[in-house]
């Protein structure tokens, strides 16, 4: 019943386009996320987020990282710390806030409630960075049903799928660079030229927001500015 009356407004204040194009990738999302996060590289990332939301402190937590693996390094006050880009840090802070208040109704760790919930972002984000390339080929001109096949072979036939599920920010790269390439050409296409100002301060804020998940951002710039 809860689950008629939800779509019934949904419906109500979105077109199914819309609906489709949000849901959908949150739906793929559930049915591939393992439900944990598999590398320990993203449990140093979450671990940052404990420590942050328990002690106030972004170090990284004794017994979590390896120097030798290169992911960690001493500090200020023999403190070790990420060698991480903050984005996803700051992005598991919510969630582990979140978590720290459902355990007192579960006899669940706060960390592992967060684990579980964090574990969905990546292929999300995954599925949702094919919508973004889907409405990008449009905009240039691309034919719906190509645009539509070239995300479905992204979005299933590359290992940006499985390395969605990873905890690594590349995902989160991919859909920043992407979505300002497509805020790019839709100032190329905006008579108003106030509008298309705004189109591309939106387009510089996102690569900015992708580097605070990889620096590696950084080499979209070149093909932005030819763009430009």
């Known amino acids: 019943l809860l689950g008629w009356i939800f779509t019934s407004i949904m419906l109500k204040r979105f077109s199914i386009r819309t609906i489709a194009l949000f849901g959908v990738p949150l739906l793929l999302a559930i049915a591939v996320s393992s439900g944990h996060l598999a590398t320990p590289d993203s449990h140093i990332k979450l671990s940052q987020a404990r420590q942050f939301v328990e002690q106030g402190t972004f170090n990284v937590p004794d017994g979590v990282g390896n120097s030798k693996h290169g992911n960690i390094f001493p500090g200020k006050n023999n403190n070790i710390y990420s060698v991480y880009s903050p984005g996803q840090t700051a992005l598991y802070i919510p969630i582990y806030a979140l978590a720290r208040s459902l355990s007192f109704i579960s006899t669940i760790h706060s960390y592992y409630i967060a684990e579980f919930i964090a574990s969905f972002i990546g292929p999300t984000i995954h599925f949702s960075t094919a919508v973004i390339l889907f409405l ?36 989160f790269e991919t859909i920043f660079i992407l979505l300002s390439f497509l805020f790019i050409i839709n100032a190329s296409h905006e008579a108003d030229s106030s509008k298309s100002k705004i189109y591309l301060i939106i387009a510089g804020s996102f690569i900015g927001i992708g580097m605070l998940f990889r620096i590696t951002t950084l080499l979209a710039i070149p093909g932005i500015l030819i763009l430009l």
């Open 136 to 171: 990008l080929l449009q905009q240039i001109g691309t034919r719906k049903r190509k645009a539509f096949i070239i995300s479905g072979l992204f979005a299933f036939g590359t290992f940006s799928l499985p390395h969605s599920t990873d905890g690594y920010g590349h995902p």
